[in-house]
């Protein structure tokens, strides 16, 4: 027990002290210098660590996949401009007014098929015709958590359908590799969450939704986990776990029979002057159940980046106010934390996965539930 | 922070577009294939065992079997035994029965015989001593009245004798 104790502090010393060298190549100004660990670039020489924009710049949608200093991937932009038809590009067509590449400031760039001036803000891509007036845009664009979530859900359909090829191949026998691997989370989604909640015969139109959604988030989660990965933090982007939800809604109201509305409407044995403040507050739930889903997974992964970036963030603050001896001496105790963060993220990804698809299953349960007295 | 907290249009379509199409895929291709073969493999395994449970019974049906049998076997043999060691004594003892039987009626019959030879012989002899009696009557009383003097004392003897009363 004591080695390892030893042993961690030995590798959080071997990783801090290049963190803080780094930390204290950039306070001097080398805007050029790679990040090894996490990144930070600064645009101009005298500019300050800003840890709030460090820790929003990596937990933020971007419009291309950034490693570490300059070494980023760009990704297409899709807008359509109303009445001019769609644009297609690259992010990194967006240049600072100034010339250099795109990080803090609006940036610019010109639609190739219409023409239209676009400006990517804090705020997203706004755009205006050649009179300076706004125009109204649709942006589609393939954004980082997109690219992400598309990678996902891609890797899914290849490894679950060569785990399905290799039951079909080999009926009634025992799972091998992949299938060996898949199968009990598969089993986990369908006898520990769907069958005993929703009901065997009610749970069988559920499970793939389930075990979809689970496999997603936690992909999803495991992705956003990979360090110098480009910090995806897909689960954390609320635009897709607010698709979750809706999906998760949609599917309880298509769902529900006359018992659940029943008791949404009126519920029986209530009196009428208490039903007047008991319907609006079920009405209100049923709409509140999903947006708290969808709250609770965005916040819950958002919040575990948020920590280990403010670990991050603890070197360079301290780096940069006492010295390489101030940096490399938080730089042990916050690897030491980091690495606990880690530990502890890698179960709130399977965790938050499993929250996630126990309760859409405990919805749909409500929802499908026959009345019992 | 604003941005974090409002969806954005682009990431809502893909997340919606991307996910829908995933799910019909995967229920095709994935979910369908493995949740049948899953449940194809714990029918089999459930059938499996309870065709083991099923041929446990039968196994233990027929020993019990086999032993019911045996006991049969066993019992019938004995009841054989004790017949036939019953037929072989009444066989013996009859046989001595009758054997003795014969010899009575036999021992019997000769003394029959041996009676009535000895009442003939005596019969005989009866009337052998009666001629003789009778011959030497004759011959005492061819000389004893030779004389009529000696049949005149005779006679008185005998009325003397017979006394009349």
Known sequence: ?373 | MGALLTPAFGTVFWATVAFLAVLFILRKVAWGPILKALNDREASIANSLREAERAREEMAELNSDNERLLQEARAKRDAMLKESKEIAEKLVSDAKAEARDAATKEIESARVAIETERKAAVAELKAEVAKLSVDIAERLLKDELADTDKQKNLVDKLISESTIS
Not at chain 1, 262 to 272: E, K, M, N, T
């Open chain 1, 1 to 373: 027990m004591n080695r390892q104790i030893v042993r961690l502090i030995i590798a959080s010393v071997v990783f801090a002290t290049p963190l803080a060298a780094i930390s204290q190549n950039d306070g001097h100004g080398d805007g050029h210098q790679e990040v090894a660990h996490e990144d930070v670039h600064e645009d101009a020489h005298d500019e300050k660590f800003v840890p709030g924009d460090f820790i929003m710049h990596h937990i933020a949608d971007a419009n291309e996949i950034h490693f570490w200093g300059d070494v980023s991937i760009p990704l297409p932009m899709i807008i359509y401009a109303e009445g001019l038809g769609f644009d297609v590009f690259m992010s990194s067509d967006f240049h600072s007014e100034h010339g250099a590449h795109g990080g803090h400031g609006p940036s610019y760039a010109t639609g190739p098929s219409t023409g239209v001036e676009y400006t990517k803000g804090e705020s997203g891509v706004t755009a205006q015709n050649e009179h300076g007036e706004a125009l109204n845009i649709w942006d589609i664009s393939i954004t980082k958590s997109v690219f992400g979530m598309l990678m996902i859900l891609t890797l899914m359909i290849v490894m679950l359908r060569s785990a399905a090829k290799s039951y079909t191949r080999r009926p009634g026998q025992s799972p091998t590799g992949l299938a060996n691997f898949l199968e009990p989370l598969i089993l986990f989604v369908r006898d520990d969450i769907a069958n005993p909640i929703i009901g065997k015969q009610k749970a069988a139109k559920f499970i793939p939704f389930l075990l979809t959604t689970f496999f997603f988030i936690v992909g999803c989660n495991l992705l956003g986990l990979i360090p110098f990965a480009g910090g995806f933090n897909i689960t954390g982007t609320i635009g897709v776990t607010i698709v979750l939800a809706t999906l998760v809604f949609v599917i309880t109201s298509i769902n529900g029979n006359k018992h659940y509305w029943g008791h949404l409407v009126s519920p029986p044995g209530v009196p009428a002057l208490v039903k007047l403040i008991v319907v609006p507050i079920e009405i209100f739930g049923i709409f509140l159940k999903p947006i708290v889903l969808m709250i609770r997974l965005t916040a819950n992964m958002s919040a575990g980046h948020i920590i280990i970036l403010s670990f991050v963030s603890l070197i360079f603050i301290f780096n940069n106010s006492y010295g390489a001896v101030g940096g490399i001496g938080i730089g042990i105790f916050s690897t030491l934390f980091m690495i606990f963060m880690y530990f502890l993220e890698l179960l709130v990804a399977f965790l938050q996965a499993y929250v996630f698809t126990l309760l859409a299953a405990i919805y749909f349960s409500e929802a499908t539930q026959e009345p019992h007295h």
